[in-house]
Structures are given as C-alpha cells and as structure tokens.
C-alpha cells in the first residue's frame, strides 16, 4: 500500500560569495539564529578542513584565494507504511590557492545514481519524496575538478570507495530580456557500468517582479543502463522571502 509522506527537512548551506537560497518557510528569529549558528560552524569548519588540504600542495596560505562553498541536507522522511526515515546528503567545493587557479577539490555523500548522471537537483528522489536507503542509493565521493573554461568544467572523481566516473560539463546562460532567462546544461558521464552517459538540462525563468518568478526545468538522461531517454520536466511558481528563504508551488 502506498503511504502518505510528510518531509521536514533542515538545509544548512555556506557559500563562497553569498547565502544559496533555502525552501523553507519563515521561522522565529530564535531559530533563525540557531540555522546561522550551525551554517557559520560549518563553513568555519569546512575551511579548516580545506586550509589543512591546501597546505600539502605549497606554503601559499589559504587566506590568499582560498574558498568553499557547499550544502548540508538534514532530512525525515514519514511513510504511513515505512514509518520514519533519516537522511544525509552534504557537497562541498574547496577551492585551494596551492593549487592552479581553475582546479579545485570537491566531496560529499548524495544519491550516487543522480550524482553520476549530475541530474539536477529539482528532479532528485529526495524532491519528489521518494524513499531511498542510504546502504543502497547514497554513497560518499571525492575527487578534482577543473574549469577548463568560464562554462566548462572537468571532473573525475571516486565513489563508493574505489568506483571511478568522469564528467564534462558545459553550461550556458542567455539574457532573452529583461524579464526572461534562459539557461542549458550538458553533462557527459563516464562509468564502467554506463560506459558514456549524457544528462541534458533546460531551465527557463520569467520574473513578474523581483520576488515572483515562473520556472520552467526539462531534463533528460541516456546511457546504457536507461531504459531509452530518462525525462522529467516540472512548472512552478517560486516566491522570494529574502536571500535565505524561498517558497515553491510545482506540478
């Protein structure tokens, strides 16, 4: 029997610029403070880590360039049939002065499915509240990328202990007018059991006003594990509450 699913989920994210915008409705200030406690113990965190990395590559101190960015999921997942299920997913970029300009270090533990691909994010299990099991579908990654170009990106990396993937990646953004943007995204991904993969991503955004905007996401994956064209595709209305809160209503 299919159950009913409520979700609560705690995103703490850390950016190396500015704050990355959370779906999450307002909360009271107290917890406010909490949320921005626990992202500044990250960040402060994942810079030591990442200040620790850098100094085995040269004695440039990571004050000089260095940067991390990335995202924390905290997630409970309640099924009338499966009852409570806890999930963690985390990414992170570390960006090492030490090391050429365009490279950097990346880690995390998410869906190893949708990280191979590089599926976009909005069509994640997670998103659309789909059960998963952490044994089977999550695994932990690392691994070095570098930016080639401003819109090209190459990345190998390790999961699950010893599997090796690759991806390219290419991504481009249009000004179509003031209002409307228009952005794609194409991935190739290289494992042993997909051999060569692509993930093609569409996005296009029309803004009514500076805090209401239309979205428009396609995305499809082929390899040799799909069963043909692997396609999702979602409309929505997104209402900004400021830079850390955004509300989200998508069929």
Partial sequence: MRG???????????G?????????????????????????????????????????FGDRPFSDGGKVSGRVRLKTLWRQDEGFK???????????????????????????RELVT??????????????????????F??????AVRERVDLRLGVRGGYKLYAQARYRKRWKLSEHDRLEFIETLFWTVRDRIGSTTALNYEHAWSPTLAL??????????????LAWS??????KSFGDERLLAVEA
């Fill in 4 to 14: 009913w699913s409520f979700p609560v989920c705690l995103f703490l994210l850390w």
């Fill in 215 to 228: 979205r428009w996401r396609t995305a499809g994956t082929i390899s040799k594990r799909t069963d043909g």
């Fill in 118 to 139: 590089d599926r976009p994010e909005e069509f994640s299990r997670e998103q659309q509240l789909l059960a998963e099991s952490r044994r089977e579908d999550q695994t």
């Fill in 86 to 112: 806890g999930g963690l997913r985390f990414r992170a970029r570390l960006e090492l002065p030490n090391l050429k300009e365009r490279s950097y270090l990346f880690v995390g533990q998410d869906n190893e």
């Fill in 16 to 56: 190396a610029v500015g704050a990355v915008a959370a779906r999450e409705e307002a909360v009271p200030g107290e917890q406010e403070g909490v949320l921005e406690r626990a992202r500044s113990g990250l960040r402060a965190g994942t810079e030591w880590l990442a200040s620790g990395i850098d100094g085995w």
């Fill in 233 to 238: 595709s979602a409309l929505g209305v997104f």
């Fill in 141 to 146: 990654f690392a691994g070095l990328g570098y």
